[in-house]
């Protein structure tokens, strides 16, 4: 490379190394994955415009004008309340032609809720890794499975590149998420921003369990001091509904665990073992099904369960164990909130000083703070 390339050169092989986290996550290890996924986000940096340029173009629909200015009254928010990164980010606009951002494939094995992890230097060894092509995502699914593990493909609105991006006007928002419920909206857009805060490389739980802390504390706050009476209703009842299939699923989870740390012996029953799961799956079938009877009968429109219901079609333990590190450690992060008397950059210095120790003794520390365990596991019914 020439010395004039040199300069840029550096700041995109990290910019490479760290795509994409948050909805989120990227990882690889080849030329051609790194290649994909720089090309992937430089197109979407290049399609993003100043979101004052939407406001003010008249040919901008007055509905994502309006959305628009919201969204940066919550990033003002996001600064000014929550103590989040003052930065470029999610000041500009790009539209995408397509229904996700990124494609996260995961994996786990057939008797394991370990997430299958891929290593780079700069975001360690993660759980999942993200390709801006679905075609490119499902023959990375393909390979995984033919070598025995469980996989899951899922389409992600968002992500985060932890402030590498920023340089070149920050992590956009997109199409693929602003026409989301207000508070929906303000969850995503706040998790996005917690990635940017602090991230501990190679621990996917911790970062997902602290963003999905920050995003439920920080759009409570929003809603009741900045949002209308209707969204904050509508807000409440979709997080009842999430708050029930996140009891179900943590439940399922916990049946599978117990079955799978069974498994122990030299030479395992796998027939014995394959059975213990299958019923359990069949559980997690059944209890949802008595979930949805329940949404369906209190009015809830049945278009808003299909996400849901393609979940519960496609659950394994690779989708298990990510919902997983999105929730597991949750209920820590809320603990060391309230420790810090609910004050913002307190809250933020503490969990970044966890980020600093080693994993063994950040982990010790989280699950110190978890509240004990209810004597019996939440169900469907």
């Known amino acids: 490379m020439s010395p004039a390339t040199a300069p840029l050169f550096r700041p995109l092989l990290v910019l490479a190394t760290a795509l994409l986290l948050g909805g989120c996550a990227q990882s690889g290890g080849t030329l051609g994955y790194y290649w994909q996924s720089l090309r992937g986000h ?16 008249p040919e901008t629909p007055a509905p994502l004008r309006a959305r628009l200015a919201l969204a940066q009254q919550a990033r003002d928010f996001a600064v000014a309340e929550l103590a989040l990164p003052d930065n470029a980010s999610y000041r500009r606009y790009a539209r995408l032609e397509r229904r996700a951002a990124v494609w996260n494939v995961v994996a786990a094995g057939p008797y394991s809720l370990t997430l299958y992890r891929w290593c780079f230097p700069i975001t360690g060894c993660i759980g999942y890794r993200g390709y801006f092509d679905e075609a490119g995502a499902r023959a990375e699914a393909a390979r995984l499975a033919a070598t025995g593990l ?8 968002a992500y985060s590149t932890l ?44 970062n997902e369990s602290y963003a999905t802390a920050v995003e439920r504390l920080g759009v409570r706050r929003w809603l009741q001091r900045h949002s209308t009476p209707a969204a904050h209703a509508q807000f409440a009842a979709s997080e009842e509904r999430r708050a029930q299939f996140r009891a179900l699923t943590h439940a399922t989870r916990e049946r599978l665990a117990v079955i799978y740390a069974s498994n122990t012996a030299e030479t395992p029953d796998h027939q014995t073992f394959a059975a213990m799961k299958l019923e359990a799956m069949q559980q997690f079938y059944t209890d949802y099904a008595l ?14 369960l299909a996400a849901l219901d393609l979940w519960v079609r496609e659950a394994n333990n690779a989708s298990f164990a990510a919902q997983g590190a999105y929730d ?21 210095a503490a969990v ?16 110190a703070l978890l509240p004990p365990a209810p004597a019996v596991a939440a169900r469907g019914e």
């Open 42 to 57: 430089l197109a979407i940096v290049q399609a993003a415009q100043p979101v004052q340029a939407w406001i003010d173009s």
């Open 150 to 157: 469980e996989v899951s493909v899922y389409g992600v609105p």
């Open 163 to 206: 402030g590498y991006s920023n340089w070149l006007g920050g992590d956009p928002l997109l199409s693929t998420f602003i026409g989301w419920p207000e508070g929906d909206f303000v969850r995503l857009l706040l998790h996005e921003l917690a990635h940017q805060q602090v991230y501990a490389a190679g621990d996917t739980a911790f």
């Open 352 to 367: 970044r000083a966890l980020a600093d120790k080693p994993q063994a003794e950040r982990d010790a520390a989280l699950r």
């Open 291 to 304: 979930l949805r009877t329940r949404w369906l009968a209190a009015q809830q429109p049945p278009e808003q």
């Open 328 to 348: 597991d450690l949750v209920p820590a992060f809320v603990a060391l909130f309230e420790r810090e008397e609910r004050d913002w950059p307190r809250f933020h």
